[in-house]
Nanobody, 116 residues
Framework: VQLQASGGGLVQAGDSLRLSCAAS????????MGWFRQATGKEREFVAA????????YYSDSVKGRFTISRDNARNTVYLQMNSLKPEDTAVYYC??????????WGQGTLVTVSS
């Protein structure tokens, strides 16, 4: 099983980034997918999630209206479009795969740094 996150980088406040997470080794369409982040010295926190079909999405209050999660089951990939980035969005972003009755899977993380 592998979740390969990419797309992070250094941007300025107000810029946009799109993160991708390519999945392999499991039946992607059976899993809900999510993004979490962890800033230095802080606990990992939920950012966004999408159901297996893509029909429902969920966001933390801190990113609602700025970030959009989506998935492409044909490409086994989940995306996080991040707009109007703020310095407080600086963190390592991790993708997560979750389905009832089975273990979660985590990717290795991609670093997003937003300068003011």
């Amino acid at each position: 099983v592998q979740l390969q996150a990419s797309g992070g980088g250094l941007v300025q406040a107000g810029d946009s980034l799109r993160l991708s997470c390519a999945a392999s080794g499991f039946t992607f369409s059976d899993y809900g997918m999510g993004w979490f982040r962890q800033a230095t010295g802080k606990e990992r926190e939920f950012v966004a999630a999408v159901t297996w079909s893509g029909g429902s999405t969920y966001y933390s209050d801190s990113v609602k209206g700025r970030f959009t999660i989506s998935r492409d089951n044909a490409r086994n990939t989940v995306y996080l479009q991040m707009n109007s980035l703020k310095p407080e969005d600086t963190a390592v972003y991790y993708c997560n795969a979750k389905t009832p009755g089975k273990r979660d899977y985590w990717g290795q993380g991609t670093l997003v740094t937003v300068s003011s």
